[in-house]
């Protein structure tokens, strides 16, 4: 199994409809972390998890809402989006969140119709 | 908040030339990380720097972490096609235990 699966690959939305994205990762890491990624910008750290328990939201709207039951499982739940939130949306995960490396699933794109 | 400069923003090569990008910051940093994104895939660490002058290579890259700590190059020897993608430079200040991205150098490949 790869080291960070993220499902769907692919996700199309309308703007009054409700999905997640979820992610898992098989590295025995206890930190995990949800990025936005956006053309020819640098990432956009959303939020970090620390064994469950959420340590940073970077003043993320409150359509996103970001959950993780354990700490191989992370969750961002969507509701009532906008075109603009289209992007690739990246989990990571890291040994601990003073870690310096960070290993990175595959990403979903996100389309906002 | 704390930027990271990364250039160039795109390259257009042939296969064989050697290939130089680099970042800059106007803090301090420890730690210097680099990242290859292939198309439809996440970011993948390529080679990870912890001290100000350290020299590391992986395969055909190495990179530097600059004297100064507010710099880092990436260079690439004899690029090959599966070389293309998007090179990310990323960093950790002393204030800020969350990495600083760079907006990442699109290799291209001529044929």
């Known amino acids: 199994e790869t080291g960070v699966t993220q499902t769907p690959r692919h996700l199309v939305m309308g703007m009054t409809n409700k999905k997640s994205l979820k992610c898992e990762q098989h590295l025995g890491h206890n930190a995990m972390y949800w990025y936005k990624q956006s053309a020819k910008k640098p990432l956009e750290l959303m939020f970090v998890?620390?064994?469950?328990?959420?340590?940073e939201n970077n003043s993320v709207p409150s359509r996103f809402s970001p959950e993780c039951p354990n700490s191989s499982h992370l969750f961002l739940h969507l509701h009532t989006l906008q075109p603009e939130d289209s992007a690739l949306y990246l989990c990571a995960s890291s040994g601990g969140i003073s870690a310096r490396e960070l290993f990175f699933g595959e990403g979903s794109r996100l389309t906002v119709l | 908040g704390q930027q990271l400069n990364q250039s160039p923003q795109s390259m257009f090569i042939q296969e064989g030339e050697d290939v130089s990008m680099n970042c800059t910051s106007s803090s301090i940093f420890n730690t210097w990380l680099w990242y290859k994104q292939d198309p439809g895939e996440g970011p993948v660490l390529l080679i990870a720097?912890?001290?100000a002058g350290e020299l590391t290579s992986n395969g055909r890259l190495t990179a530097q972490f600059g004297i100064t700590r507010k710099d880092s190059f990436l260079n690439i020897s004899a690029s090959i096609p599966s070389d293309v993608g998007i090179y990310f430079c990323?960093?950790?200040?002393?204030?800020?235990?969350?990495?600083?991205w760079g907006a990442g150098t699109k290799l291209i490949i001529k044929p």
């Open positions: 720097l912890y001290k």
């Open positions: 990323a960093g950790l200040s002393d204030s800020n235990y969350q990495l600083i």
């Open positions: 998890y620390s064994l469950e328990e959420r340590v």
